[in-house]
């Protein structure tokens, strides 16, 4: 069963390893706990996580983010992210959701699903009309995935699309 579980001390081990794991920076998606040890992902990143989703201790310039693990089954296969809402530059770049598919599970149809429940999450969160999204132009396939969950390019740069998915 393919579900999304918001980040918990109930499931640390399987989300330390991940984590631990996730890139620095993958398509965008950054991870500054990449290579964190176990003390410290229980010590600081765990805890960063959940007081961001309460808003608590954000960093100049954050908004609140919930960090969310996209499970099948009992195995962690993704990490989706949604902001709450967008400040200047969120409008202007990441936008409200960011995720991160682990390598061998991509071309599955894994982002596709994912990216639909969190969809069905954010619609309860977000005050915007529209959900933000950003994608790089060479990742086609996490295009595809944002297109086939009803969003549009709604401008482009050199690098990047700007994605809108209606509520």
């Known amino acids: 069963m393919l579900y999304l579980k918001k980040v918990n001390y109930e499931?640390?081990?399987?989300?330390?390893?991940?984590?631990?794991?996730?890139p620095v920076d993958?398509?965008?998606?950054?991870?500054?706990?990449?290579?964190?040890?176990?003390?410290?992902?229980e010590s600081k990143a765990l805890p960063e996580?959940?007081?961001f989703q309460k808003g608590e201790n954000l960093p100049e310039g954050y908004v609140p983010e919930t960090f969310l693990f996209f499970w099948n089954d009992d195995v962690i296969i993704g990490q989706?992210?949604?902001?709450?809402?967008?400040c200047e530059s969120l409008r202007t770049?990441?936008?409200?959701?960011?995720?991160?598919?682990?390598k061998e599970f991509r071309g599955k149809g894994f982002g596709k699903e994912g990216l639909r429940q969190m969809l069905q999450i954010a619609r309860e969160i977000i005050p915007e009309e529209?959900?933000?999204?950003?994608?790089n132009k060479d990742n086609p396939a996490s295009l595809q995935v944002m297109l086939h969950n009803g969003g549009?390019?709604?401008?482009?740069?050199k690098d990047k699309f700007y994605v809108r998915i209606k509520k």
Do not use: C, Q, W
């Open 152 to 157: 549009y390019i709604k401008y482009e740069d």
């Open 11 to 22: 499931d640390i081990e399987k989300e330390y390893l991940f984590v631990r794991d996730m």
């Open 49 to 51: 996580m959940i007081a």
């Open 93 to 102: 770049g990441a936008g409200h959701i960011g995720y991160f598919i682990k």
């Open 26 to 41: 993958e398509n965008g998606l950054t991870n500054p706990y990449h290579g964190v040890s176990r003390e410290e992902f």
């Open 80 to 86: 989706f992210r949604i902001r709450h809402y967008l």
């Open 130 to 135: 529209e959900i933000y999204l950003r994608v």
